[in-house]
């Protein structure tokens, strides 16, 4: 029987993929992020919603990260203003390792194919880290169930309600939406291609 975690930030992503697949658990991790508490408070909000299991995890990595994400200067290695150095890697490792521990077989996680422009969004990325978690004991299987869609197409197909979408928070930079960095920006540009947002 297939018991399986989805890691869930609070975000327009994994929140929607929370709504669709259903699992078991959400594993909400609070990793030395300047959003943590916002993204913390969506998380919950969502799984009340849909019924789902929230599991908090507060590890603080913020010595390790760099840009938007963290309040500090960006790394010139890094492809966008949001970059953190291996953290999707890190995250994943966190997450799966409570995963293990719950019984789960199967770790989902919230990548969509916009995230491709930096290397840990790309389903390469996706399958080498399924490949190194399952060889270790636990037999853990990492999956991304919408990294072949665009958010937008995603919900539209999936009827995701405003209501869900509208307890996600997407800012990378702070718990209130400073509405001057990608995330905040994809958000919005999300909800007009969805007709929800309008201008004048």
């Not at 790394?75 to 966190?94: C, E, V």
């Not at 937008?152 to 996600?168: D, F, G």
């Not at 509405?179 to 958000?187: I, T």
């Amino acid at each position: 029987m297939l018991t399986s975690a989805l890691l869930l930030s609070g975000g327009m992503d994994s929140s929607s993929i929370a709504f669709v697949e259903r699992p078991r658990y959400a594993i909400n991790i609070n990793y030395g992020q300047k959003s943590a508490l916002a993204e913390k408070k969506a998380a919950l909000a969502v799984c009340k919603l849909i019924g789902i299991e929230l599991i908090e995890l507060d590890i603080d990595c913020s010595v390790l990260g760099s840009g938007d994400l963290n309040g500090t200067e960006v790394l010139s290695i890094g492809a966008k203003s949001d970059w953190w150095p291996f953290r999707n890697q890190l995250i994943i490792t966190l997450a799966a390792a409570k995963a293990v521990e719950l019984g789960c077989n199967e770790l989902l996680i919230g990548t969509v194919a916009s995230d491709g422009h930096h290397k840990d969004g790309t389903a390469e990325f996706i399958r080498l880290m399924n490949d190194l978690v399952s060889y270790q004991e636990g037999g853990l299987s990492i999956l991304a169930p919408a990294i072949d869609s665009d958010i937008v197409s995603y919900i539209k197909r999936n009827e995701i309600p405003l209501e869900l979408l509208a307890l996600t928070h997407s800012c990378h930079k702070a718990n209130l939406p400073c509405c001057q960095c990608r995330g905040c920006y994809k958000h919005q540009n999300t909800m007009e291609d969805l007709g929800y947002y309008v201008h004048e």
